[in-house]
């Protein structure tokens, strides 16, 4: 059974980090992007961030380059989402999801096991 599980959310101030992790059953992240996505309150869900499964390529919304970077590691089925200065605008229930294929899109049809979420709250 595929599950994914996300950790590492909580509160923190404007200029702050996180990281968060987005753990898979065994097995389950082989041949298969993983791409992390975000909602806030009353806003559709949006693309945050999203990786290959060879981890050679990444894509980035343009509100979080620079600032976010996606990693993974193929020998735990786990992706990090690591987060610095992190601004209100931030706060949402972040997601991870996996993609049909190898290749991160950003559209959310692409993927057929999401996690829970885990929340992120910036405060200013």
């Known amino acids: 059974q595929v599950q994914l599980v996300e950790s590492g959310g909580g509160l923190v101030q404007a200029g702050g980090s996180l990281r968060l992790s987005c753990a898979g059953s065994?097995?389950?992240?082989?041949?298969?992007?993983i791409t992390w996505f975000r909602q806030a309150p009353g806003k559709e869900r949006e693309f945050v961030t999203g990786?290959?499964?060879?981890?050679?390529?990444?894509e980035y919304a343009d509100s979080v380059k620079g600032r976010f970077t996606i990693t993974r590691d193929n020998s735990r089925d786990t992706v990090y989402l690591q987060m610095n200065n992190l601004k209100p605008e931030d706060t949402a229930v972040y997601y991870c999801?996996?993609?049909?294929?190898?290749?991160?899109?950003?559209?959310?049809?692409?993927?057929?096991?999401w996690g829970q979420g885990t929340q992120v709250t910036v405060s200013s």
């Open positions: 990786i290959r499964w060879t981890g050679t390529s990444t």
């Open positions: 065994i097995g389950t992240f082989s041949d298969h992007a």
């Open positions: 999801a996996r993609a049909r294929g190898v290749v991160a899109t950003r559209t959310a049809e692409d993927y057929d096991y």
